[in-house]
């Protein structure tokens, strides 16, 4: 910790949009309807799509606008819009009666979770800060960030009893992983961050599928009824 | 205009300066506030209006009150004059009584006032004047750990936690004031700074009868020259906040930095413009937002406690 050690205006705006990301994480811990989440799910990955475009502008390197161009497709665009089609009808803002199940579904108190959550990126930051890593294209600041996001959404995927914000947790912890990808190794060959991003749409798929089929047999997207079947 | 400008004048300015134009910014929000509601609103003036009718007002006491209930009104008023001495209210330079206390010097100064209010309000007796300080307590009590964790930020970031510090050093380069650092305390002090002024998120700023009243609800028996006092008061602490928002941590811009009377004058326009600034968006605000249920405030509190910590966070780990 140097106090009077200014970054400079590239690092401080990529560290600015990296704690952004974090705090959007964050932010999905209150949303009460599916149709926000993956509003908020859609933010993160254009923040993310932005941080893209500001390392290629000063780093100089123009594989990153590609990889821009696709977050931005697929993670704005393409996944939120397949997860609104596929959880047409399950979304307790078209249909009331199922209002509670994203709203209530938090296992603690919102005002507690927030309190764990900052102890566990604390943990986060301090674990990654601790590692001697010298990241070329993006500030180290960003890394720590990165793997707080990551935490972050495991207590949101521990702390919410719907599967919906368990699906989004599991989409925004992918977040964090690109996050993290970006600073340590942005150089990449593209062809492997592409065929990363498709694979999330896969997954976005697959859980999709499975979100769609539990809210057609319990009419919920609670996870409380699936204790009945432990053995 | 080359008239020097002698240092205690200046520092009597800057009292002036507050104590002068905080009811013109609290007339000039509950104006817009109107606007945008499509009302027409009282004129900005009108708190000077009203202070001008309280103060040749009778003033009474409840029964068996002692002499607290009426000291209180004005140690408190005597508080938040004291404050602007040891902030930048006026000028880049510390003035010779700016170093009498830092930030939290400030903070100590201005949560003593509030001690007193609320101490006065139970000597009324009155269920409704003690539920207002009972509640304006227990959530300062919750704001405090985010001022403490803005302060950390500001003393990592400057080594000290003089006002003028900060100032300087956000005035130094562009990379100070984009650095999250900076950006997260500024963001938590501005949410701190709606709780401590009774703004939306928090309390309805206008209104006499309401459930979910905090700070508004203190000076319910208190009238006459006591009541305006309290009113004055209350104006002049919402533009010492956000004089600290703007000239330490915002825009640090517009200040003196010689002691000509010119750029004084200058300095004592800017503030109230830039505080008329912050004025709009805290109007905008109040209208689109609904007031928190009151057991919803510590989750309000908890969203700027996040950005306070992350601050310091990103500071930790080597020039967040």
Partial sequence: MLPDQTPSVYAGGANVIAVLILLLEFGMFRQALLRDQVRLYAGQSGLLAALAVLVGAVRDLPGLYVLAAVTAALKVVAIPLVLRRLLRGADPADVPATGADIAGSGGLGLASTVLIAIVVAAFGFFAAGALPISASAAPVTALSVSVSVVLVAFVLMIQRRDVASQAIGLFSLENGVSLAALVVAASLPLILEVALTFDLLLAVVVFGLLIRMHHGRTESLSTADMTSLRG | ?320
Avoid at chain 2, 82 to 98: H, Q
Avoid at chain 2, 296 to 318: C, D, N, Q, R
């Fill in chain 2, 1 to 320: 205009m080359s008239v020097l400008l002698p240092v205690p004048v200046v520092q009597v300015l800057q009292v002036v300066t507050i104590a002068g134009a905080a009811p013109a910014v609290s007339g000039l929000i509950a104006r817009l506030e109107a606007r945008l509601q499509g009302r027409r609103g009282p004129r900005v003036l009108q708190p000077y209006y009203d202070l001008a009718k309280l103060f040749r007002k009778e003033a009474l006491a409840p029964d068996g009150a002692s002499w607290v209930f009426l000291a209180a009104p004005i140690a408190a008023f005597t508080c938040y004059l004291t404050v602007p001495l040891l902030i930048p209210v006026l000028t880049t330079y510390g003035l010779p009584l700016g170093y009498m206390g830092d930030i939290l010097g400030g903070g100590f100064i201005l949560s003593l006032a509030s001690f007193l209010v609320a101490v006065a309000a139970l000597e009324t007796g009155s269920p409704y004047a003690q539920l207002g300080a009972s509640r304006a307590k227990t959530f300062a009590a919750i704001t405090e750990p985010v001022i403490l964790f803005v302060v950390f930020t500001v003393s990592l970031l400057t080594g000290t936690d003089l006002p003028y510090a900060l100032a300087a050093t956000v005035r130094s380069s562009a990379g100070q004031i984009i650095r999250p650092a900076h950006v997260l305390a500024a963001a938590a002090l501005f949410m701190v700074i709606l709780y401590e002024t009774a703004r939306i998120p928090v309390e309805t700023h206008t209104g006499t009868n309401e459930f979910g009243m905090i700070e508004e609800a203190r000076p319910f028996e208190h009238s006459g020259p006591y009541f305006a006092l309290l009113r004055w008061g209350s104006a002049a602490k919402q533009l010492i906040l956000y004089t600290i928002l703007i000239n330490v941590f915002v825009a640090p811009w517009g200040l003196a930095s010689t002691q000509q009377a010119g750029s004084v004058l200058l300095a004592m326009i800017a503030l109230p413009a830039k505080a008329c600034l912050l004025g709009v968006v805290i109007a905008v605000i109040d209208n689109s937002f609904a007031k928190l249920r009151l057991f919803k405030i510590t989750e309000f509190a908890s969203a700027a406690f996040l950005l306070a910590v992350l601050g310091v966070f990103t500071l930790y780990l080597g020039g967040g």
